[in-house]
Every structure is written in C-alpha cells, then in structure tokens.
C-alpha cells in the first residue's frame, strides 16, 4: 500500500469511528454521563504537552500545566462543600475511583489499625481500593433505597468499639442513587464514644449536585466528612474521565513528602498528572458560576420528574430516590440493555444526565413498556 492510499485509510478508520460514538453517545440510558458540553475553543491546548505533576498548590520546576486553575476548581469546590476556610487541599484526578482511594490512603495514614465500613451498594471500585490499601474492612447491609441500614452499622460498630473507624459513605449509590446521611453516622459514632473516626464521602455521582438539593442530603465538610470525592465526566461532563478530590488540608500535610526532582510535594497519587481534565471541568465551572450549575441541577430534575412521571402514567414499576437523577426499576432484557447502554445490577436504571433528551426517555421508556407487555 502506498503512502497516500495508508493515510487515506487510517482517516477513513477514524470518520467511520467517530461516527459509530456519536450514534452511541445518543443512547446513553444507563450511565452517568453528561452529552452536552462542548470545549471546541479549548482544541489549541491539545498541541501542548500539559502536565499538572506535583501538588496543585506548590511551585515546581515543571511548568506546562494548569495548576493554577486545578486549584480554582479545588476551590470551588472547597466553598461548594463548606469547608473551613484555610484549612482544605485538593487536585484534579482521573476519576472518582482515584479520589475515593486517595480518602481511603488519607485514612489508612492517619488510623492505620482502622476498620473500614461500607454499604453493600457501595461501587465495586471500592473493595479494590480497600485491597490495594491492604485495609480491614465490613460490609454493612443497605435498605432497599440503597442508603446504609443504619441499625446494621450500629451494631456492627458496638462490636469493635475498640477500633479506629473509617466510615465510606455514599452520596449516591450507583445503581439506586442512594443516600448515606454522614449526620446519623456521627450521631451513632458519638452514641458508642467512638472518637477515632474518619469520614469519606463518595460523591462521585451526586457531589457536584448534592448540595442543591431540597432536602439536602447531609455528606459536607460542616456536618462532618473528612474528604469527599466527585467524577467530573458525570454531571459536570468532560470527554476524559476526570473528577476532583477535596480533602482536610491538616491531614494531608500528615503524607506529603518533598521530591527533588519536580522541586515540589508529592502529595497526590500518580506523578504526572493530566492538565487537560482541571482546565475542562474549570470552563464548564466558570461558564455556569454556582447559580448555573444549581439550574442544570434543577433543569436535570425536572426531566428526571417528567421520566417518572411517564413510566407512572405507563403502569410500570419505578423507583426514585428524593430529588434523584436516577430512576430504577425490575430488570430489563439484555436487548433493552444493549440498546440504550441500561446498567444492570439486581435492577436496572436510567439515569437523566444532561443532554438526555425527551425523545430518548420516551423511546427507552416504550421499549421497557414493550417487554412488559411482550412478559
Ligand atoms: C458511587 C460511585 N462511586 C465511584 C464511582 C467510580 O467513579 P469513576 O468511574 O469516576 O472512577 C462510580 C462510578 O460510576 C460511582 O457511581
């Protein structure tokens, strides 16, 4: 093959490749991702060789990167969770898996005896971290809601009283979008006098969102966590996974270590670090303020209302957390499934992200009508 006909192919590959994902992405039912962003005017960065290593908020002798807007996002974030002023840190990870172990290591170093506890709705990522981390650790039941079962949790911390405990709550389950209320918790911590705590909270799927919520579940810095985790490339929308790690600023200096080589802290989990992703998730921040991202929380609601509304009207069966952007339901078949991407685990669900249309919800919402009929 000559020259012109090889890079005549390997464009026409990748035509027919991003055609086939722009298909795909308009039927995107079951995970949560946002479709709709657009960070055309960003193109140029890409010829640059961007990377964020080190920590966000020291200086280092790597200077291609985006630190500075890494930590205005840190910061957004910080006040958006009412943390204390002066005393949080944070960075731009590559998703909420990394941010949810980066709480966990921050744990394990501060009560490396420590038990932790999680649900059993917790998100499958999170026994890996806990083996990586080489933690002890109990599930704790859930209710059918996929919040913790609190009497569970109780009486299972009334037997190891003794021990440090390390609490990973969920502000959002993956499948159900259940809520852990880190309150109640601290409420049964303090009832057993256990004063060796830590708190992680998993917002991977509603931390950017939570706080605009009516009634607003309790996971924030003042009602008592210790980090909290969010994925950027599920409500905020990002074409790279991304997400954002906030954390007490005085238990991070507990684990930094000075690197000669980068002339800064090794503070964050890998070393090179993307500068794309913070530079993303810091325009989409910037072009909505706080007051727009609460309507894209309100606008996402409002169509989560109307698709339950729909499968109400339709006779099916439906679950709904308050305020939530997920809906689930009995399991569908594997070519609803497959169709309109629809994650399954004990149930199904279809999650309203924005960008999610009326149209799609209605075609979802015929084809599981379909099926019960067909049953
Ligand atoms: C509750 C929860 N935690 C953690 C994760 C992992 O996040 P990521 O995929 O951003 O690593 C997910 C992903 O769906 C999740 O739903």
Redesign the pocket.
Known sequence: MNEKNHLDEIDSRVQSLYTRLTELSKRMGG??VSTDFNYECLYNFLSLPLNNIGDPFEDGTYQVGTHELEKEVVEFFAKLFMAEENNYWGYVT???????LYGLYLARELYPKGIVYFSED??Y??SKNINFLNMRHIMIKSQHSGEIDYEDLHETLKIHRDVPAIIFA?????MKEGKDDIIKIQHILRELRINDKYIHA????CGSFAMFMQPRPHFNFADGADSI?I????FIGSPI???VITAKRNLVQRIARSIGYIGTLDTTITGSRNGFTPLLIWYTLQKLGMEGLKQRYIDACKLADYAEQQMKNKDLIVWRNPGALTLFFPEVPDWIKNKWQIATQGVSHLIVMPGLTKQTIDAVIEDIQKQSLDA
């Open positions: 995970y949560p590559n998703g909420g898996t990394e941010g949810n917790t998100h990522s999170v969920n502000i959002g389950t993956t998993d917002g991977a799927l985790a994925s950027g490339h599920k996974p991304c997400g």
